[in-house]
């Protein structure tokens, strides 16, 4: 299973970038979708979650209002609207889908997705 991540890239604080991940039609519809990020020396963080229908969403608490997630189901594609973003911001985003039955779950621990994208850098400067 494949998944291609894209739209990381330089910006300056305050600015925004959207991620987007994409995927087969047969693996994304079947899986709810997350993002996570990981900096130099850190743990990979879990950013936020979308369940398999797109109708429930959770984020860190620390990123609530500044980001969204979202997911197109005709494009087969999760985003990441990241918006005033902030130095602290900068990492390796990271897509993952969960293979689920259940259209409501969302997930925030990065054992529990069953794929992942390849990540793209984010970095933000000040």
């Known amino acids: 299973v494949q998944l291609q991540a894209s739209g990381g890239g330089l910006v300056q604080a305050g600015g925004s970038l959207r991620l987007s991940c994409a995927a087969s039609e047969r693996t994304f519809r079947r899986a709810a979708a997350g993002w996570f990020r990981q900096s130099p020396g850190k743990e990979r963080e879990f950013v936020a979650a979308i369940s398999k229908s797109g109708g429930n969403t959770v984020y860190a608490d620390s990123l609530k209002g500044r980001f969204i997630i979202s997911r197109d189901t005709a494009k087969n594609t999760v985003y990441l609207q990241m918006d005033s973003l902030k130095p602290e911001d900068t990492a390796v985003y990271y897509c993952?889908?969960?293979?689920?039955?259940?259209?409501?779950?969302?997930?925030?621990?990065?054992?529990?997705?069953?794929?992942w994208g390849q990540g793209t850098l984010v970095t933000v400067s000040s």
């Open positions: 993952g889908l969960k293979d689920v039955s259940n259209f409501v779950y969302v997930f925030k621990f990065f054992h529990q997705y069953d794929y």
